[in-house]
């Protein structure tokens, strides 16, 4: 069990105290790992970071690119060459940080969507391109990619796991699994146990949060029923928290741990 953490972790000095802040809580509700988001990653100390985590028995199990989309408005379909080289340059770097802490990285929003007059099938070309350069370079890392379905509310490529598993097997991508999300999936697929059954050989990671992107337990998604699809799948991976920070951020964290650990029981 995992949670996010983020984005962008503060400034230095500052952001090491806000990340041991973190840390701490996390250990002491019962999380096994955190996940992190960052928008700039080669300012950051992966030794501090790993140390920190070490101290408070955590594995740093993914780290979230969003924030360079989001914050920075890189991402790999971008009609300018020059951002998405840029892109690709600042997913090299996460790629780094990700190899020292032994984690996965994730491709989530930082794909971007087609914009203006620019067709959607261009937008899916040159993202196929910049998955292909970064998953040749994740084989030679040894660092594991991960690929997220997003809703088509927020992105118009690759919207469900078909979407990402059709990607995955035309690019003949070999580093890179697939990350399901539960809010994603109410609005994309037709039954979230069905596509975790479907996905069974490629999913690596799952965020977790209800029907309106509450913590769990705070919709109308059936989490037991997801939780059976998993074991019936074997799923070894994370359920990492990934929800609004509601109804504010200390219950938040604190209600998924009590729910999932309910759960997992």
């Not at 930082?110 to 087609?114: L, M, P």
């Given at each position: 069990m995992g949670c996010l953490i983020g984005p962008g972790l503060g400034k230095a000095p500052a952001r090491y105290k806000?990340?041991?802040?973190?840390?701490d809580l996390c250990a002491k509700l019962g999380y096994d790992g955190v996940e992190l988001f960052?928008?700039?990653p080669e300012n950051l100390d992966p030794t501090k970071i790993l140390a920190l985590a070490r101290i408070h028995q955590l594995e740093i199990t993914a780290l979230g690119t969003g924030p360079i989309y989001v914050r920075r408005g890189l991402s790999l379909s971008a009609e300018d060459s020059s951002t998405r080289l840029k892109t690709l340059s600042a997913l090299r770097n996460?790629?780094?940080l990700a190899k020292s802490f032994g984690s996965l990285l994730t491709i989530g929003s930082?794909?971007?969507?087609?914009q203006g007059g620019d067709s959607r099938s261009k937008a899916l070309r040159r993202l196929g391109e910049g998955l292909g350069t970064i998953d040749e370079l994740a084989s030679h890392q040894g660092v594991g990619l991960l690929l997220e379905p997003i809703n088509r509310?927020?992105?118009d490529l690759i919207n469900t796991a078909d979407h990402a598993l059709s990607m995955i097997k035309n690019l003949s991508l070999t580093s890179t699994g697939l990350l399901l999300d539960t809010f994603h999936m109410n609005i994309e697929e037709r039954s979230i146990p069905e596509s975790i059954r479907k996905c069974r050989r490629?999913?690596?990671h799952l965020h977790v949060a209800d029907s309106n992107r509450w913590p769990p337990g705070y919709g109308h998604l059936d989490f037991q029923q997801i939780i059976r699809a998993l074991r019936a799948v074997k799923y070894e991976?994370?359920?990492s928290s990934e929800s609004l920070p509601k109804?504010?951020?200390?219950?938040?964290v604190k209600s998924t741990a009590t729910y999932l650990k309910g759960l997992l029981k």
């Open positions: 806000e990340l041991e802040k973190a840390f960052v928008d700039r996460c790629m780094s930082i794909r971007g969507r087609s509310y927020e992105t490629s999913l690596a991976g994370y359920l109804p504010d951020r200390m219950t938040a």
